[in-house]
């Protein structure tokens, strides 16, 4: 089983700051990375697929990155409403899919 | 547009049994697999199972194995869980998610329903 590992686990931002996630997995997953917001109460909503193509109607203000094992998701100017968990999930090794414990972004 | 609706959440002993269903519309059924995602409360998503578009191929995750049952109808367009021999650990949001493309990120996913195991 792939194990994905987050950092930070909780980033505090102030609005129109950028911030910058991180997702670790165990072994390599090539592109096969997607990355999700979830804000209470609310399902998850997917961001950002084969680790750098925005999902549709996905805010040109979030970009992700990386290949193999390291990923970065970038949100370049932060919003109101972008402040909310941020999970990654690898799709390269199956099943299980796995997801990363999540990032929390708070506004500072 | 995609509609995927759960039901069938609630308060259960341990050791007791519940199906869950998810409705599903806006989109051809029968040509995508379709998973369970749960997550307890506070926590993080965890995959529970899946099953491919004929129904011939699943998966579950090892914390379910041999107590979860995925199944699906398409004539009615609903997947199901099956869950037996509930644990106190079982207790989460259960989601059902369709992939963008098969074996790929989950581009849609209902709003879940609540499954709580408690004596």
């Known amino acids: 089983e792939i194990v994905m590992t987050q950092s930070p686990a909780t980033l505090s931002v102030s609005p129109g700051e950028r911030a910058t996630l991180s997702c670790r997995a165990s072994?390599?997953?090539?592109?096969?990375l997607a990355w999700y917001q979830q804000k209470p109460g609310q399902a998850p909503r997917l961001l950002i697929y084969?680790?750098?193509t925005r999902a549709t109607g996905i805010p040109a203000r979030f970009s992700g990155s990386g290949s193999g094992t390291e990923f970065t998701l970038t949100i370049s100017s932060l919003q109101s409403e972008d402040f909310a968990v941020y999970f990654c999930?690898?799709?390269?090794?199956?099943?299980?899919?796995?997801f990363g414990q999540g990032t929390k972004v708070e506004i500072k | 547009q995609v509609q995927l609706v759960e039901s069938g959440g609630g308060v259960v002993q341990p050791g007791r049994s519940l199906r869950l269903s998810c409705a599903a519309s806006?989109?051809?059924?029968?040509?995508?697999?379709v998973h369970w995602v749960r997550q307890a409360p506070g926590k993080g998503l965890e995959w529970v199972a899946a099953?491919?578009?004929?129904?011939?191929?699943?998966y579950y995750a090892d914390s379910v194995k041999g107590r979860f049952t995925i199944s699906r109808d398409n004539s009615k367009s609903t997947l199901f869980l099956h869950m037996n021999s509930l644990r106190a650990e079982d207790t989460a949001v259960y989601y059902c998610?369709?992939?963008?493309?098969?074996?790929?990120?989950?581009?849609?996913w209902g709003r879940g329903t609540l499954v709580a195991v408690s004596s």
């Open positions: 998610a369709k992939p963008r493309t098969a074996g790929t990120s989950f581009d849609s």
């Open positions: 806006g989109f051809t059924f029968t040509t995508y697999g």
């Open positions: 099953i491919s578009p004929d129904g011939t191929n699943i």
């Open positions: 072994q390599s997953v090539s592109s096969s």
């Open positions: 084969g680790a750098s």
């Open positions: 999930q690898q799709y390269g090794n199956w099943p299980p899919w796995t």
